[in-house]
């Protein structure tokens, strides 16, 4: 299909005026966040002593006093099922993302150093798939595993590899032309050697930027699987199912459906700054931390400009900018 | 030359819709059960009757022969029969499909109308103070889910205010709710993609040459940089529109619509397998074409693109 130049979509943030204060509040503030849902994710037990399934004849109370989200119709305190609804929605759109990383990279790879016919092939399956919307390639996926969190992740995880594959293996035909990777290549490098050692960590910068990119993406679809009934099934706590739950008393019990409504706006909002945050670090024009991401330092810097394009490489690769591209929805 | 890039964008959409095809060819097999089982559900048939079926249905030849019928039906308009009412899956597919189209339709409609000038607006005096509303726009856009938002204008405009119908009533005014959620999120995208597309066209040299030629400002914006900012937005809504058709399924599952999403849904729910097939065929064909017509629409507005897919 059409290459879209994605990467305009999704900008890093300008905040390197902002000096060395804002930029230590900035980080100070993501890292809190990360770890408040770090507990959510992991010891939801920590921030409500209330059991999520526990039903008491406080039925349909409003938010306010003991129970600050209210209760829903079996008396259940809706706060505790936010809180530990969480864990299936932050456990799927990790997972799947993981997941899709993982076997983008490798099918990436594959696709941009195996033999033409090999990687012709790789990619022209990975374009038939590209064309399929994620929410659709999820839901054929779910008809056939069945509903929960497991087919979630898998689902989410073969949606989003397509795109995920395509950006790598445009990266790796960038890389490959460059001088060190030919040395490496005349040195008689194997070609699971050169990936491992020079390709990977070149890529690593890039792949980051591009998962963290899709996790706001990833929560998205993974609560509307489960909005639709396809994850967590109740008396479970989701967000996805505990919203559509509530949407049927909306009129009489607005604080059912609003608050799971609330969390995962709030979720998909610090996902989507968090991937701001995390492609402003790896940014090397922005010099905002020069050592932090030692490990992974070089990535983009070594991500060659324009100049370095293999003879008989498509036009179009040329003229692009050296900029990433992330893959939107459909990718 | 125009032609030759038709033809050759058609050749290229074809192993995609092979591809396609054989998605939703294989999902018959993937679905653990016998579809012949699942059509007699219910109805207490004898082993010799289900085995009976399976030879009408095709189902004990070789997969490739299966394959073949499959696209050979396919060319005929042919889907199969639904399991649920015994009626061709085409016929109840393309019932539902107007309203679909509708609901994507005004989604898209929502996008640009509101994406396109914001973004403009955003993009020529960055920094003011409809460009942090824009962007803040953009961002609450981005993260509030459409169902959630669907559920809350339900709330505020269907059931407080009355303005509107909560259910879908089949009136046009009934489609103004879902449109709005479902297309606001692609309007913030849309609005963010526009934003940086005239800053980057308003640095460029063509601009400076226009303004050195005496180009009056709102020429330099209507002729030069909204026509080359439109290029990526044009391809944007190519891309998303798969995303906006399945995103129409779960908001007409919300508002009650009888469209080919929340068919595709229950169909799903009910392993109604040939219905998902067909909707998977239609979804793809369709999402085919359109990115056919937006790299046909690309390359009349921007002849560079015919130059960049010639050599690819």
Not at chain 1, 9 to 16: E, Q, S, T
Not at chain 1, 207 to 212: E, F, N, P
Not at chain 2, 147 to 155: H, K, P
Not at chain 2, 291 to 301: E, K, P, R
């Amino acid at each position: 299909m059409t290459t879209a130049p994605a990467a305009e979509v999704i900008r890093p943030p300008r905040p390197h005026r902002k000096g060395r204060w804002g930029r230590l509040v900035m980080t100070s503030v993501m890292v809190l966040l990360l770890l408040w849902f770090a507990v959510l994710l992991l010891w939801p037990g920590l921030l409500t002593g209330t059991d999520p399934v526990a039903s008491s004849t406080e039925y349909l109370t409003a938010p306010g006093g003991a129970h600050p989200f209210g209760t829903d119709q079996l008396g259940r305190d809706v706060f505790s099922r936010v809180v530990f609804g969480a864990q299936p929605v932050l456990a799927a759109s990790l997972g799947g993302v993981l997941l899709a990383t993982l076997a983008g990279v490798t099918i990436g790879i594959i696709g941009g150093t195996a033999p033409r016919w090999l990687g012709g092939v790789v990619m022209r399956v990975v374009d038939v798939l590209l064309a399929l919307p994620v929410l659709l390639v999820a839901l054929i996926l779910i008809a056939t595993l069945g509903a929960g969190v497991g087919s979630i992740i898998f689902a989410l995880g073969v949606a989003y590899t397509p795109g995920f594959a395509r950006v790598v293996e445009a990266s790796v035909r960038k890389l490959r032309a460059i001088e060190y990777m030919q040395a490496a290549r005349l040195f008689g490098s194997s070609g699971l050697r050169t990936a491992v050692r020079h390709l990977l960590p070149n890529l690593a910068t890039e792949v980051l930027v591009m998962a963290s990119s899709a996790i706001g993406w990833a929560v998205l679809t993974a609560t509307t699987l489960s909005f639709l009934g396809l994850g967590v099934q109740l008396p479970a706590p989701d967000w996805g199912s505990d919203l559509a739950a509530g949407a049927t008393s909306l009129s009489t019990a607005w604080w059912l459906a609003t608050f799971p409504g609330l969390a995962i706006t709030v979720t998909i909002l610090v996902a989507n700054f968090a991937g701001d945050w995390v492609m402003a670090l790896s940014d090397p024009r922005g010099r905002r931390f020069p050592t932090r991401l030692r490990p992974f330092r070089g990535g983009s810097d070594s991500l060659p400009s324009a100049v370095a394009v293999a003879p008989g490489e498509p036009a179009a690769l040329a003229s692009a900018p050296p900029t990433l591209s992330i893959p939107e929805e459909s990718a | 030359m125009a032609i030759a890039f038709v033809f050759r964008r058609l050749v290229a959409s074809v192993p995609v819709m092979i591809g396609i095809t054989a998605i939703a060819f294989v999902l018959i097999h993937l679905v653990p059960g016998d579809p012949a089982r699942a059509m007699l559900f219910g109805s207490n048939a004898s082993p010799e009757q289900v085995q009976a079926l399976r030879e009408h249905l095709g189902l004990t030849k070789p997969l490739w022969q299966q394959y073949v019928t499959f696209i050979g039906q396919l060319l005929h308009g042919d889907l199969g029969t639904s399991y649920v009412t015994s009626s061709p899956v085409a016929q109840e597919l393309l019932s539902r499909t107007p309203s679909t189209l509708q609901l994507t339709g005004g989604a898209m409609l929502v996008a640009i109308i509101t994406g396109v000038p914001l973004g403009l607006v955003a993009g020529i005096r960055p920094g003011s103070v409809l460009d942090h509303l824009s962007r803040a726009v953009s961002f609450i856009g981005v993260a509030v889910p459409y169902f959630f938002l669907a559920l809350l204008l339900v709330l505020v405009f269907g059931i407080q205010l009355g303005w509107v119908p909560a259910i879908d009533d089949g009136s046009l005014l009934a489609l103004i709710v879902p449109a709005i959620s479902l297309g606001w999120g692609y309007a913030a995208i849309l609005t963010r993609l526009i934003r940086g597309r005239v800053i980057e066209e308003y640095r460029s040299e063509y601009v400076k040459s226009a303004r050195a030629r005496g180009c009056s400002e709102s020429r330099i914006l209507l002729r030069h940089v909204f026509r080359n900012s439109s290029i990526p937005a044009v391809t944007m809504i190519g891309l998303q529109f798969g995303n906006i058709l399945t995103g129409a399924a779960v908001t007409e599952v919300i508002f009650g619509r009888a469209g080919l999403g929340s068919f595709l849904a229950t169909s799903i729910t009910t392993k109604n397998i040939p219905v998902v097939q067909g909707a998977i065929v239609l979804i793809g064909l369709s999402y085919v074409v359109i990115n056919l017509v937006v790299d046909l629409a690309v390359s009349a507005i921007d002849p560079r693109a015919r130059v960049a897919t010639a050599s690819d």
